[in-house]
């Protein structure tokens, strides 16, 4: 028999969660173990449930998600937490990465991601909503000076480098970057190990957690 993934809700709205509880007790490998309205209950609900996946909302009466983060953060309860929240602000996105989120899904999009994003996450990978991945892209591509100055960077890279190390923290695949970038996948492969190797980084995970400790996300 599978193991079930375990998921709690935690939103502030309890239709949203009822709409999430219908469609994720559609996949027969997940059972949502519990929910929370309230900040203030998240952390004991979740352990008390022993979840394995926090589905949780930024905005929480009397105690927002970010410090709802910071307790998993300080107690270290093995929980992985998804952000699903109507903010798409990098800032916002920024800080509950480096507090310990794995995933963060935009509400407009959440019926569509949510399953994959909780099969992701409980497979210890980063998980983004196509809306999230284009704005974090976007940032890296355009709006950061940082960018390009290779002093700034803990190992130096080379501007194309830099565009390489963007797409694949966001996972997209050695088709996209070769076909957003107008080079061969070839090519695409040989910077893909230059880049490791420079950074001595093994996965996409880690990636993203470079250019989050590297400030590479523009606020």
């Known amino acids: 028999m599978t193991q079930k993934i375990r998921i709690h809700l935690a939103d502030d709205h309890q239709v949203l969660i009822d709409g999430l509880t219908n469609l994720l007790q559609t996949v027969d490998n997940f059972e949502v173990v519990g929910s929370s309205l309230d900040g203030t209950t998240v952390y004991d609900d979740v352990v008390k449930n022993n979840a394995d996946i926090l589905v949780l909302d930024i905005s929480m009466p009397k105690k927002d998600g970010i410090d709802v983060l910071k307790d998993f953060t300080e107690k270290q309860f093995p929980c992985k937490v998804i952000i699903l929240s109507s903010y798409d602000d990098l800032k916002i ?24 994003a909780i099969e992701a996450v409980y497979q ?36 194309r480098e830099i565009e390489i190390i963007k797409m694949i923290s966001l996972e997209y695949s ?46």
């Open 93 to 116: 996105i920024k800080e509950v990465m480096k507090l310990g989120a794995k995933g963060y899904l935009s509400k407009k999009c959440a019926g569509d991601n949510i399953i994959e």
């Open 124 to 159: 210890d990978q980063e998980y983004f909503c196509d809306a999230i991945r284009e704005k974090i892209f976007n940032s890296f591509m355009h709006n950061n000076p940082k960018l390009n100055d290779n002093k700034y960077v803990k190992n130096p890279l080379s501007t």
């Open 174 to 219: 050695g088709k996209e970057i070769s076909e957003k970038l107008f080079i061969s996948m070839s090519t695409v492969e040989t910077h893909r190990k230059n880049i490791m190797k420079k950074l001595n980084i093994t996965t996409s995970i880690g990636l993203v957690k470079y250019a989050l400790k590297n400030d590479l996300i523009n606020h």
